[in-house]
């Protein structure tokens, strides 16, 4: 069975300052890897993925994360952080055996930027 | 393109009462999946369908339950609610599951059980 863990639940950092946020996975089948944002009130907005092509990912906003397979990460990184990058931030990893798209998410972390 | 669309967008019940939830997928995707998320259990899978069939179903009682329409519009109903259902229902749409593509999310109806 597919998990994701994201160890803590916040982060905080300077405007600025490097943005990681740390996500590991289990899984049976070559995965395929999700990172999600969700500001208050609102649903989930796709950051990037990895669908087994190149393992540096880049994704919207100045976001990239590298799938790392011997190290079963998948952590999520910007070089500078914004006051607008404060939100919450989730991993997933997909069950897609049998034609599935069911996601599994990470507990989430909370991402403070402070001025 | 008009995005995922979830009716109501709030909603307050009592106990022991029923509810409907509503979601309208992103013309051209066949598959709609929905998730709960609470503070205490995050994000968790509840259904998933495709082309009018139940493709996968997560750990919920059989009080939760799903359809999916010919236009692939999904409701998801909740029946004898309890304290404990109080959450953000979460709706996804993609054109084919199992591939990899990217699941676009709802706004989410908000359920509070009193």
């Known amino acids: 069975a597919q998990s994701v863990t994201q160890l803590g639940s916040h982060v905080s950092v300077s405007e600025g300052a490097l943005v990681l946020l740390r996500c590991n996975y289990s899984?049976?089948?070559?995965?395929?890897l999700f990172w999600y944002v969700q500001y208050p009130n609102q649903g989930l907005q796709l950051l990037l993925k990895?669908?087994?092509?190149?393992?540096l990912v880049k994704g919207i906003n100045g976001f990239e994360a590298e799938f790392k397979k011997s190290e079963t990460s998948f952590h999520l990184t910007k070089p500078s952080a914004h006051m607008s990058d404060a939100a919450e931030y989730f991993c997933?990893?997909?069950?897609?055996?049998?034609?599935?798209?069911?996601?599994?998410f990470g507990k989430g972390m909370k991402l403070t930027v402070n001025p | 393109k008009a995005g995922v669309t979830q009716t109501p967008r709030y909603l307050i019940k009592t106990r022991g009462q029923q509810v409907t939830l509503s979601c309208s997928p992103i013309s051209g995707h066949r598959s709609v999946s929905w998730y709960q998320q609470t503070p205490g259990q995050g994000l968790q899978f509840l259904f998933e369908y495709f082309s009018e069939t139940q493709r996968n179903k997560g750990n919920f009682p059989g009080r939760f339950s799903g359809r999916q329409f010919s236009n692939s519009r999904s409701e998801m109903n909740v029946s004898t609610l309890e304290l404990g259902d109080s959450a953000l229902y979460l709706c996804a749409s993609c054109r084919y599951p199992g591939t990899g593509e990217t699941q676009y999310f709802g706004p989410g109806t908000r359920l509070l059980v009193l």
């Open positions: 997933a990893v997909s069950d897609h055996q049998g034609g599935s798209e069911k996601l599994v």
């Open positions: 899984s049976s089948v070559p995965p395929y």
């Open positions: 990895y669908t087994s092509a190149a393992t």
